[in-house]
């Protein structure tokens, strides 16, 4: 083929980079990726296993996860026709953003925020308009209001805890911003089982422009079964379902997120143990000379070191994996690492000391 291959591409792939975690997925102490230190316990799995094992692998399955929608909306208490279950929350990013977006359409993204959304953003040639985190990295609600009118942007996303700053906006503030904007607002709530604040998902019906998306990567501890979930009122979830890539749930994953919810107590379990040892880990940050600490609402801790390069492969050499988020907006020199077990946590404590 004589013609340059990049031609035939889309033209946005040349300001994209591939998807990569730096230090890898594999460590004897791993905490760079926000995941839940608690497996599902081997009784479930079998439980989970064993009704798998009667499903024929042959056919196709449904061609949304309806058992698993509703599953997740009895729990929730709502309306089965206000969910829709995705292979994990990224591809329901990916839809949420082709039902959304376009060439010239403006998607507001405060920074820094997950580096997916920008990504998503610009290959369907949508235009960016950033607002800076303050600088202890809180949300600048004021300045995301007043941004989204001049700018009259058409897509709002705010992920509340925020990833990777560890931040919240409250209820009111989220309210606020969907008030008084004309344009869609998703609110990625990928942590909110961590949080002191309150989800906005009671006000879906009220907020006709709102659209809350969840993980079970978190503190559901699902991250290798790959579920997410969006939650919107029915008229506007039957204009997102559109652009949904079918069949892509498989039964595996409905039988495994009934089950779990089945079985909450072990999440709530979970998520106390986590938010105890996060208030243990923080006191021993904040007694180590040379480490600022920042006020975490999630499962995970930023803190900021001296050079934060040195400090990631220190660590690493020493089998501890974290994430060097210094890349990030606001975030020079700041490493990130989910709260991990109660000896997991020492170990990264006993190393960040002799640092």
């Given at each position: 083929?004589?013609?340059?291959?990049?031609?035939?591409?889309?033209?946005?792939?040349?300001?994209?980079?591939?998807?990569?975690?730096?230090?890898?997925?594999?460590?004897?102490?791993?905490?760079?990726?926000?995941?839940?230190?608690?497996?599902?316990?081997?009784?479930?799995?079998?439980?989970?296993?064993?009704?798998?094992?009667?499903?024929?692998?042959?056919?196709?399955?449904?061609?949304?996860?309806?058992?698993g929608?509703?599953?997740?909306?009895?729990?929730?208490?709502?309306?089965?026709?206000?969910?829709?279950?995705?292979n994990?929350?990224?591809e329901?990013?990916?839809?949420i953003?082709?039902?959304?977006?376009?060439?010239?359409?403006?998607?507001?993204?405060?920074?820094?925020?997950?580096?997916?959304?920008?990504?998503?953003?610009?290959?369907l040639?949508?235009?960016?308009?950033?607002?800076?985190?303050?600088?202890?990295?809180?949300?600048?609600?004021?300045?995301?209001?007043?941004?989204?009118?001049?700018?009259?942007?058409?897509?709002?996303?705010?992920?509340?805890?925020?990833?990777p700053?560890?931040?919240?906006?409250?209820?009111?503030?989220?309210?606020?911003i969907?008030?008084?904007?004309?344009?869609?607002?998703?609110v990625d709530?990928?942590?909110?089982?961590?949080?002191?604040?309150?989800?906005?998902?009671?006000?879906?019906d009220?907020?006709?422009?709102?659209?809350v998306?969840?993980?079970?990567?978190?503190?559901?501890?699902?991250?290798?079964?790959?579920?997410?979930?969006?939650?919107?009122?029915?008229?506007?979830?039957?204009?997102?379902?559109?652009?949904?890539?079918?069949?892509?749930?498989?039964?595996?994953?409905?039988?495994?997120?009934?089950?779990?919810?089945?079985?909450?107590?072990?999440?709530?379990?979970?998520?106390?143990?986590?938010?105890?040892?996060?208030?243990?880990?923080?006191?021993a940050?904040?007694?180590?000379?040379?480490?600022?600490?920042?006020?975490?609402?999630?499962?995970?801790?930023?803190?900021?070191?001296?050079?934060?390069?040195s400090?990631?492969?220190?660590?690493?050499?020493?089998?501890i994996?974290?994430?060097?988020?210094?890349?990030?907006?606001?975030?020079?020199?700041?490493?990130?690492?989910?709260?991990?077990?109660?000896?997991?946590?020492?170990?990264?404590?006993?190393?960040?000391?002799?640092?």
């Open positions: 083929m004589k013609k340059d291959i990049n031609s035939l591409l889309n033209p946005a792939l040349k300001n994209i980079a591939t998807y990569s975690v730096e230090g890898g997925q594999q460590a004897e102490v791993k905490l760079n990726q926000n995941e839940s230190p608690f497996d599902v316990p081997m009784w479930l799995k079998e439980e989970i296993v064993g009704e798998f094992i009667k499903e024929p692998w042959n056919r196709y399955p449904d061609i949304l996860p309806y058992r929608m509703e599953a997740y909306a009895k729990f929730l208490g709502i309306s089965s026709d206000s969910v829709m279950m995705s994990g929350s990224n329901m990013l990916y839809t953003f082709l039902a959304s977006l376009g060439p010239g359409r403006k998607v507001l993204i405060p920074a820094p925020s997950f580096s997916l959304y920008a990504k998503i953003a610009l290959l040639q949508s235009q960016i308009v950033g607002v800076p985190m303050l600088p202890g990295l809180d949300f600048d609600t004021e300045a995301i209001i007043r941004t989204a009118h001049d700018e009259a942007v058409d897509f709002i996303v705010i992920s509340t805890p925020n990833n700053t560890s931040k919240s906006l409250t209820f009111e503030e989220v309210r606020l969907a008030e008084s904007s004309d344009a869609l607002v998703l709530e990928a942590y909110i089982e961590f949080s002191k604040q309150r989800s906005i998902l009671e006000l879906i009220t907020l006709p422009n709102v659209i998306l969840r993980t079970m990567s978190k503190a559901l501890a699902l991250a290798g079964i790959r579920i997410g979930f969006a939650i919107a009122n029915p008229v506007l979830m039957g204009e997102l379902a559109k652009p949904k890539i079918p069949f892509s749930s498989s039964r595996l994953a409905e039988i495994t997120i009934t089950k779990v919810l089945e079985n909450y107590s072990l999440v709530t379990y979970a998520v106390s143990c986590i938010l105890k040892e996060r208030k243990r880990l923080s006191a940050l904040e007694s180590i000379a040379g480490v600022t600490l920042f006020e975490s609402d999630t499962n995970f801790l930023i803190i900021r070191v001296n050079n934060a390069e400090v990631f492969q220190s660590l690493r050499s020493a089998g994996l974290v994430r060097n988020v210094s890349g990030y907006h606001l975030m020079e020199n700041c490493l990130r690492f989910n709260v991990g077990l109660v000896e997991e946590n020492q170990r990264l404590i006993e190393k960040l000391s002799s640092l």
